[in-house]
């Protein structure tokens, strides 16, 4: 199974592809799709769309995880944000992909333990459950952390459902 993960930004929107083999996991593609800071913000919106879509066209993932927004300090960033998280949200269902969705501390929680961990720390973590991976920018290792986050929360459910192997009832 192959998850997208999915870091919002208006200026740098992150995404990663990571493979799930049972417990394991694959690194298949990162990078970051850029909104030109001059344009209106439909272009950009636009841009981020179109970029994402060709993402998902490319890689053909089974399932999205989306980063969930926190308050900026400027309401009117917040906003700017929350548009590019919609089309972060937008994309995968456009394609039938079913999108998760995840606080930052619980990315964090998930991919190293701690969940007031900082950057270098998340990006040491992926590093080592994505071994000889590299990263396109900061926004795609992020990408990358939702995306095991989602893989490792989907491995969860598989594991909570999974009948019992001994036969017990």
Not at 78 to 103: H, M, S
Not at 138 to 167: E, F, K, N, V, Y
């Amino acid at each position: 199974m192959k998850v997208l993960g999915i870091d919002p930004g208006l200026r740098n929107m992150g995404w990663g592809v990571i493979e799930m083999d049972g417990p394991r996991l694959r690194h298949i593609a990162n990078g970051v799709i850029h909104s030109d800071g001059a344009d209106d913000l439909g272009a950009r919106l636009s841009t981020l769309f179109r970029g994402l879509c060709a993402v998902i066209t490319a890689h053909a993932p089974d399932a999205a995880a989306v980063e969930q927004t926190f308050v900026n300090k400027d309401a009117t960033g917040t906003l700017k944000l929350g548009q590019a998280r919609g089309i972060a949200l937008l994309a995968p269902a456009e394609a039938g992909i079913a999108v998760g969705e995840y606080a930052p501390n619980a990315v964090k929680k998930t991919v190293v333990g701690v969940g007031h961990a900082a950057k270098e720390q998340v990006q040491h973590m992926v590093r080592v459950q994505l071994p000889g991976v590299r990263f396109d920018s900061p926004d795609a290792a992020d990408a990358l952390a939702i995306a095991i986050c989602h893989a490792r929360h989907l491995q969860g459910r598989t594991l909570r459902i999974a009948p019992s192997r001994s036969g017990a009832a």
